[in-house]
């Protein structure tokens, strides 16, 4: 049984994120304001998250320093704020098909970002790198499917929708795009919000070489993350009888993200990645997109087009291109330190060992 709780685990995670999609996709159907949605999200993890940081880290908080404190305020305002709020304005002109098929672009975008900082190396001809090139070209693919060609449409699966769009909901809230313009715009912020995703990640990982303790990283770019939202959301809505909450989709999405998501999904996560590696987790990924295909048109009734279809599963093979090239570099590593290690044995010269790369930060996506 225990060999099998990875994969059960992984599954329930997958299902997880289907669920952020799902209903977080209502509560904007429903009228919520996006920015405001963020910062209650983010304030209700950092409720969730601050008193664990206090209890376990409280001797370590004194060892953030005025730098440090400034580097991670600007984190969040690039990972978390930013990102965010442009991914749920992205997925209100869109859908949470496309929200969840962008998702496997994150590792391939974060792999370039990594190429552009020379922390990631392409060997043009060795068949990795040809795999890492592919699995790029396949993502713009994806994403230009998406944005251009819609096809025909495939009829939902449920026509009563369990989280149906109250009848004073704007329409511009409404689960159909507007108009195809709206839909491209939409798209390209969605690539957007995971470029800035994605350099969070690269930015993070160089941070956390400089200061080690995960969850004072995390408590304390939430805890600014929130205040940031709040800044945003005020700006964008100054109608703060908009801002309240009541027993219906938007306060469950609340609730739901800020705690099962971030308290829960992040833990997993975390379990999955010590137990069998990054690899692992970011192969099972394309298993949220079809949750989330389903799903969206089960309780949504969204009409999903063939073209995110066809965009997603391109976006799925270029997920998987490029972590089959990372597996094989780090197989060829993994020989050559092997061979090192006998030579040294032999009497000869142990060659200088080169610095890691990037590798595990892109497939932790």
Known sequence: MDAKKPYVIVVIVQLIYTGMFVVSKAA?????????FIFYRQAAASLLLLPIALLLERKNVRSLSPMLLLKLFFLALIGITFSLNLYNVSMKFTSATVASAATNAMPVITFCFALLLKMEVVKLRSSSGIAKLAGVSLCLAGVFAIAFYAGPALSPVNHHRAFAASHHAPASTSSAPSSRMTWVKGTFLMVLANMAFSLWIVLQGRLLKEYPNK????????????????????????????????????????????????GV???LQAWCVE???????????????????????????????????????????????????????AKIASCGKVNAVDDDDNGHHKPQEEEPTTASIVEQV
Request: net charge neutral.
């Open 215 to 262: 969850m004072l990283v995390t408590v304390t770019q939430c805890a600014f993350s929130a205040a940031q939202s709040f800044v945003v959301a005020v700006a964008a809505e100054r109608d703060f009888s908009k801002w309240s909450l009541r027993l219906d989709i938007s306060l469950l999405a609340v609730l739901y993200t800020g705690f099962v998501v971030t």
């Open 265 to 267: 999904t992040y833990y």
């Open 275 to 329: 137990l069998k590696g990054p690899v692992f987790l970011a192969v099972w990924t394309p298993l949220c997109f079809v949750f989330t295909v389903f799903c969206s048109s089960f309780f949504l009734g969204e009409i999903i087009h063939l073209g995110s279809i066809v965009g997603g599963i391109l976006l799925v093979g270029g997920l998987y291109s490029v972590l089959w090239g990372k597996s094989k570099e």
């Open 28 to 36: 904007f159907d429903h009228g919520m304001n996006t920015y405001v």
